[in-house]
């Protein structure tokens, strides 16, 4: 793929391909056009590109072709503009943002919105610079937001880096960065925290977007000052009302349909309700989607078709996935739709209702067809530092012991619940023994250990979980949202050792041991969050790795995703971190540390 063309550059060229007086590069003919600027279906509607731009979109009889047009007749079906996920990780399907690009764009995605906030808790300022450039030169426009909470909570978790308005700054200028990741710190916005505020006026000062995370019932005050702060989109709305509220503020509501997180049936509801209400501040996003719903499903297909089930006209569900998207970004005069100066980024669809897209155009090439990559996307070379991550000295069982004296205890518990990203607490009576507290298969109560993986601080946090049914053996993984630290999950502390090392030992990854075992391991060397494989390859693993949570007694769907937020603190109620000890953080709405046992 070379280098993509400047519109600044072409002015003249689109024009005299529009006026007639120079061949067109590519003409789609007699296509019935998704107008998403009006809400119109028009057909026998012809486009003209040039040099990977629209120069033209009615009627195409007068534009001239020569030899080297290409012409390619819609026959009456609907001509889409390129699907946008305006916010997603691209860390969190395990792969690089090269093999993401091969998975996605067949599905109609030809712009994503990635925070890479994954690898810059562990590399820092270095990390986003690798991932902005192995993003270079694809079919697949990648508009990189610069990571703004690294860590989550300053003074509570310790990850790869940290970041300040100094280092937000800097990345601003680069011409890769189109604004801010979610700011996640939402207490520290909300209360006016001098550093976060710093952070968010960097960005702001260069006139680019500022995104937020806000993961709190508090849709009155909090929301309004969270909005008045500069952010324009949040991810976080659970409920119609949340969404709702959100999009009245002027605040984009980014609907979210992920893989464990299936938001968007429940937000959407007051649009289904309401089907004369402007939608313009409503979008779908992703977010976190496993390589196996890529591999399966889809990407912004499967929302829009989601959308369409639930009874959303297509039209809107369309919208929703282009122009508003465009608008968010304020991408607009360049992307969401198929109009003149605006990238041939454009779907030829058969079916409508069921979404079957026949022919993926991005920068007016054709890149998939079918359902097939039709384009050959390289592999970038990483750098060795890249994928020698995760530092730390191999552990024993010692490591895993919760101490207390006494037979029992009172102990506070995390219930994590299938597809949710919240958490409750619960007061759990376990025993102890001479190896201290112990977890307990009969109440259904898991021992969790994180342990500081990048400047070998030796610092660990120590908990408890209910809610996943582990009947026996162990979990382990080093993507273990945010700062990606190395999170354990066992029912004894010799397999929970065993699935520690095993991920020391290769460098990161995600594994489940039973009995002194190994069952499976989906390898992740690449800052311990991505494999180098192809989505198929790593989709056949991950299935694996499912399969072997349900020999141990989980039977979640996407059980690891779930279990990689339980050390996410920025999220409400009680999580996990390095520095809680033998306790959590916890947000209420300020955080703070609260101890395992109940006094």
Known sequence: MTQRHLHVDLTRELAAVAMGQQAADLIITNGTLANVNTGEFLPKTDVAICKGFIALVGDASHVVRDDNTKVVDAAGRYLVPGFIDTHLHVESSMVDVRRYAEAVLPRGTTAIVPDPHEIANVFGLEGVKLFVESAQNLPLKVLTMMPSCVPSIPGFEDGGATFTDKEIAEAAAWPGIYGLGEMMNFPGVIF???????????????????????????????????????????????????????????????????????DMPNTIQTILDNPHMDTRFYTLISDDVTPNTLQEDGHMDRLVRKAIELGVSPMLAIQMATLNGAQLMEAWRWLGMIAPARAADILIVSDLENLVIDQVYADGLLVAENGRLTVEIAPFEYPEWSLQSVHLDPLTADDFVVTHTGSSAQVRVVRAYEGRVDTTEEIKTLSVTDRGIQASVEQDVAKMVVFERHHRTDSRGLGFVTGFGMQRGAVASTVAHDSHNLLVMGTNDDDMALAANELIKIGGGMIVVADGQVITCVPLPLAGLMSL????????????????WQSIGCHWVGPEMTFSLLALIVLSDMHLSNRSGQGYVKLTPAPEMVPLVVE
């Not at 989109?233 to 002027?250: I, M, N, P, Q, Y």
């Not at 494989?533 to 072997?548: I, K, M, S």
């Open 192 to 262: 006016g925290d001098p550093g976060v505020h710093a952070i968010m006026q960097a960005m702001e000062r260069t006139g680019k977007v500022v995104t937020g995370h806000h993961s709190h019932p508090d849709i009155s005050r909090g929301l309004n000052a969270f909005v008045a702060s500069g952010i324009t989109a949040c991810h976080e709305s659970t409920t119609a009302a949340e969404a709702l509220t959100r999009a009245r503020l002027g605040c984009y509501a980014q609907q979210r349909y992920g893989t464990a997180w299936l």
């Open 533 to 548: 494989d192809t989505v198929p390859v790593v989709a056949a693993q991950v299935a694996e790795l499912e399969r072997a």
